[in-house]
């Protein structure tokens, strides 16, 4: 699970893990497209977004997929929600933290917003969502991995998030109350990464 605000760089890291092991991206940007063509960030519109990125997340862990999911996930509840999917799917859960220096996201949004964007940026979010998204969000407790693009390439960190999610994926393999015979049986094989 991916946490952080806006133009923090998290799916510049996601597209970055994509050479080290193969995944799912399951992304509130592009649900969030595909359900509205002018996404208004509302708390009805935010509500619909995550409760069909959880139906499909859990969907595809219980197919026993590696899922990684691309959203700000600023709340708490939401980051328990999906602790408690991956849990119900028998799936173990990696959380990323991004975060990056304020002038940076800030130079980012304005390039976003101003034309500049990558090709695979899919985000609407401006300076005036991420200065809400700054007071609404809710600090991330329990074990998880802290990432900071500021002045890192993505693919570096990208191979941060790589081991992390191995040592999250082996302390799950060992741990009865969460391993399903699917998603064992898809880490035993996963492209010899399996132990």
Known sequence: MMVGLPGTGKSSVVEGLAQFMPFVVISTDNIRLHLRNQPTYTAAEMML?????????????????????????????RREHLMKLGKRAG????????????????????????????????SDADWSVYKWMVEA??????EHLILDTTDTPPNVLAEKLFYYWLKCEETGASDPDIQSSSWARQFSSADGLGR
């Open 49 to 77: 977004v995550y409760e069909v990125c959880y139906s499909i997340i859990e969907s595809r862990l219980r197919d026993g997929q590696r899922v990684i999911f691309d959203a700000s996930n600023y709340l708490s509840a």
């Open 91 to 122: 799936a173990p859960v990696a959380v990323c933290y991004v975060q990056a220096a304020q002038e940076t996201i800030r130079q980012r949004l304005f390039k976003r917003n101003s034309g500049q964007r990558r090709e695979t940026d899919l």
């Open 137 to 142: 969000q809710e600090p991330v407790v329990g």
